[in-house]
């Protein structure tokens, strides 16, 4: 079932300098690289930024798909599923060989329901500002509304006594940061794809050449607001999310569905991997060992840092997949992923 749900959200308010070479204006045809400065912003940004500061309020919409087993859920528990960068809430149902690589699918098949929502920015969410509004923060706060409406029973009337969140890349950092601010929001959290080493981030962003996506297909994405980026060719989606073994016929159905993300999130993902002492529910970490995105090549025991980060969990389990890259759904290893995660979540589902 679909969902359209307006939810009232406190944002960072970010002074923003532009950085010279960006494309100007509607008029400019130009698709430079952004340029990921520390003279871009004031010191004042990064500060409010780490403080998680609320500074500024708003109403957006946020899409929601909610899929209940045949027959109804066999368990009490709702999976929050929460997508990456450049993703939409269908990166979880995907359309290519569903058996093999529908997260959806494999849940609800196993008795449990999922509600996959886009980011506000993403799919079909509001869209604001790229740079003041949509950040990492206004996720978290959607997280939290939702955990909180799904088990009061505002969403279709179903009081659901468990919230797991499921969290991809930037969906992971929410999930952390949300177990940092509110503890007891998710009753358990998988985080996919996702590292707190941070020194490729920024390096891995400027080598895919991420531009105004508006910018790189008007006829796609010109209605998108300034500062909403994307990657500009097959290439660089390949290089950066499915390095490693995997089924090439992935590649056309993950760049249908290529959307976009924002300078602000950007900026602002890499403050919310901090530590959740208070979180005492139990935390699944899934990398694959070949994540160029944060690791380069060979993330070795990048994954065990979790234990250091939800110190008061309830029980960790961290694992990398080999010859597997930053989306591990779409490799080899994603079933297995699946499976893992499912058994995993039956341990704890009581």
Same mark, same amino acid.
């Given at each position: 079932?679909?969902?359209?749900?307006?939810?009232?959200?406190?944002?960072?308010?970010?002074?923003?300098?532009?950085?010279?070479?960006?494309?100007?204006?509607?008029?400019?045809?130009?698709?430079?690289?952004?340029?990921?400065?520390?003279?871009?912003?004031?010191?004042?940004?990064?500060?409010?930024?780490?403080?998680?500061?609320?500074?500024?309020?708003?109403?957006?919409?946020?899409?929601?798909?909610?899929?209940?087993?045949?027959?109804?859920?066999?368990?009490?528990?709702?999976?929050? +599923?929460?997508?990456?960068?450049?993703?939409?809430?269908?990166?979880?149902?995907?359309?290519?060989?569903?058996?093999?690589?529908?997260?959806?699918?494999?849940?609800? *098949?196993?008795?449990?329901?999922?509600?996959?929502?886009?980011?506000?920015?993403?799919?079909?969410?509001?869209?604001?500002?790229?740079?003041?509004?949509?950040?990492?923060?206004?996720?978290?706060?959607?997280?939290?509304?939702?955990?909180?409406?799904?088990?009061?029973?505002?969403?279709?009337?179903?009081?659901?006594?468990?919230?797991?969140?499921?969290?991809?890349?930037?969906?992971?950092?929410?999930?952390?940061?949300?177990?940092?601010?509110?503890?007891?929001?998710?009753?358990? +959290?998988?985080? +996919?794809?996702?590292?707190?080493?941070?020194?490729?981030?920024?390096?891995? #962003?400027?080598?895919? #050449?991420?531009?105004?996506?508006?910018?790189?297909?008007?006829?796609?994405?010109?209605?998108?607001?300034?500062?909403?980026?994307?990657?500009?060719?097959?290439?660089?989606?390949?290089?950066?999310?499915?390095?490693?073994?995997?089924?090439?016929?992935? *590649?056309?159905?993950?760049?249908?569905?290529?959307?976009?993300?924002?300078?602000?999130?950007?900026?602002?993902?890499?403050?919310?991997?901090?530590?959740?002492?208070?979180?005492?529910?139990?935390?699944?970490?899934?990398?694959?060992?070949?994540?160029?995105?944060?690791?380069?090549?060979?993330?070795?025991?990048?994954?065990?840092?979790?234990?250091?980060?939800?110190?008061?969990?309830?029980?960790?389990?961290?694992?990398?997949?080999?010859?597997?890259?930053?989306?591990?759904? #779409?490799?080899?290893?994603?079933?297995?992923?699946?499976?893992?995660?499912?058994?995993?979540?039956?341990?704890?589902?009581?």
């Amino acid at each position: 079932m679909l969902h359209l749900i307006p939810l009232f959200v406190g944002l960072l308010a970010v002074p923003w300098t532009p950085v010279a070479g960006l494309p100007s204006g509607p008029s400019s045809k130009r698709t430079s690289p952004i340029n990921f400065t520390v003279d871009s912003y004031s010191h004042e940004v990064f500060y409010a930024l780490t403080r998680r500061e609320i500074l500024i309020t708003g109403t957006y919409n946020v899409s929601a798909r909610t899929c209940i087993p045949k027959g109804g859920a066999k368990s009490d528990s709702i999976q929050l +599923l929460a997508h990456g960068a450049t993703y939409t809430k269908h990166m979880w149902d995907f359309a290519y060989q569903p058996a093999n690589y529908s997260w959806v699918k494999h849940m609800n *098949e196993a008795g449990y329901a999922t509600m996959a929502f886009d980011l506000i920015g993403a799919g079909n969410s509001s869209r604001p500002d790229a740079m003041h509004e949509v950040q990492t923060q206004a996720h978290v706060e959607t997280a939290r509304q939702f955990s909180q409406a799904l088990k009061a029973g505002h969403i279709d009337g179903h009081r659901w006594k468990r919230v797991i969140f499921v969290g991809f890349s930037i969906g992971a950092s929410v999930g952390n940061s949300l177990a940092t601010q509110y503890p007891t929001a998710a009753d358990q +959290l998988i985080l +996919l794809g996702h590292s707190w080493y941070h020194d490729y981030i920024y390096p891995a #962003l400027l080598m895919m #050449l991420r531009a105004e996506a508006r910018e790189i297909d008007p006829k796609r994405w010109g209605f998108m607001p300034k500062l909403y980026t994307t990657m500009p060719s097959l290439a660089t989606r390949q290089f950066s999310h499915l390095f490693g073994n995997f089924d090439h016929g992935v *590649e056309l159905p993950d760049w249908r569905d290529l959307d976009a993300d924002t300078v602000g999130e950007a900026v602002s993902f890499t403050f919310h991997g901090t530590p959740a002492p208070k979180y005492k529910n139990s935390v699944f970490l899934a990398l694959g060992n070949n994540d160029v995105t944060f690791c380069g090549i060979d993330c070795g025991d990048k994954h065990l840092e979790v234990y250091n980060k939800f110190p008061a969990a309830a029980d960790h389990l961290a694992r990398t997949y080999p010859n597997t890259g930053h989306n591990i759904l #779409l490799h080899r290893t994603g079933k297995q992923l699946m499976s893992d995660v499912t058994g995993f979540i039956r341990k704890h589902d009581s």
